[in-house]
């Protein structure tokens, strides 16, 4: 089985903070991706890497920095947490062809206070 | 730019009833996929269901079933026999670009009534 592993369910921290959301997945895929998910406004892309080392911005990515130094780790870096940060992290990965599906994490809830 | 939009926040259905959930897409592009992915209180994100766009035929995967229609721009997903544990959040989505981003609609929470 597919297995996107994401280091923590839940996480508190503190405002001002540098926080790190690791996400690893064993399955050789290309493709790897980091989610924001809030109560009515579904999933919305953070940050997407089709390479080592390569990323491109999603719709939200204020705030956020990512890194991916090897093909089956992505991580999500928050420089400085903020309470808005709060929410729901979802990391997926998947082959870069357009006809396959993404698989995820379990998720990371992220309280920031 | 390329969106999901998925109307209905939530829905309800009675247990071993149909319900369909409405998604639809914009885009410039001539072949692509769709998926429906679905999100149980659990919260693991599955896969439900992919249809490619110049298949003329809608795809089923058991009780679930596409309603496709291209020129539309609609994607709908049709649950037979409901089961409790379809209840879930539903989300539609569409990889753009040529390195294959997944783009999300909002998502639907669907209930099923016992």
């Known amino acids: 089985d597919v297995k996107v592993t994401q280091s923590s369910r839940y996480l508190v921290k503190r405002t001002g903070e540098k926080v790190f959301l690791e996400c690893v997945q064993d399955m050789d895929h290309e493709n790897m991706f980091w989610y924001r998910q809030d109560p009515g406004l579904g999933l919305r892309l953070i940050y997407f890497?089709?390479?080592?080392?390569?990323?491109e911005k999603g719709d939200i990515p204020e705030g956020y920095s990512v890194s991916r130094e090897k093909k089956e780790r992505f991580s999500l870096i928050l420089e400085s947490a903020s309470t808005n940060q709060t929410s729901m992290y979802l990391c997926a990965s998947s082959l870069w062809l357009m006809n396959t599906e993404a698989f995820f994490g379990q998720g990371t809830r992220l309280t920031v206070v | 730019a390329q969106t999901v939009t998925q109307s209905q926040p939530e829905m309800s259905v009675q247990e071993a009833e149909t319900v369909t959930l409405s998604c639809t897409y914009d885009t410039s592009e001539s072949d692509y996929y769709l998926f429906w992915y679905k999100q149980p209180p659990s919260r693991q994100m599955i896969l439900v269901i992919r249809?490619?766009?110049?298949?003329?035929q809608n795809a089923t995967e058991n009780r679930f079933s596409v309603n496709f229609q291209k020129a539309a721009k609609s994607f709908s997903l049709k649950i037979s026999d409901s089961q409790l544990g379809d209840a879930a959040m539903y989300f539609c989505a569409y990889p753009t670009g040529a390195n294959s981003k997944l783009t999300f609609g909002k998502g639907i929470t669907l209930s099923v009534r016992p």
């Open positions: 249809q490619e766009a110049y298949k003329q």
């Open positions: 890497s089709y390479d080592v080392k390569m990323k």
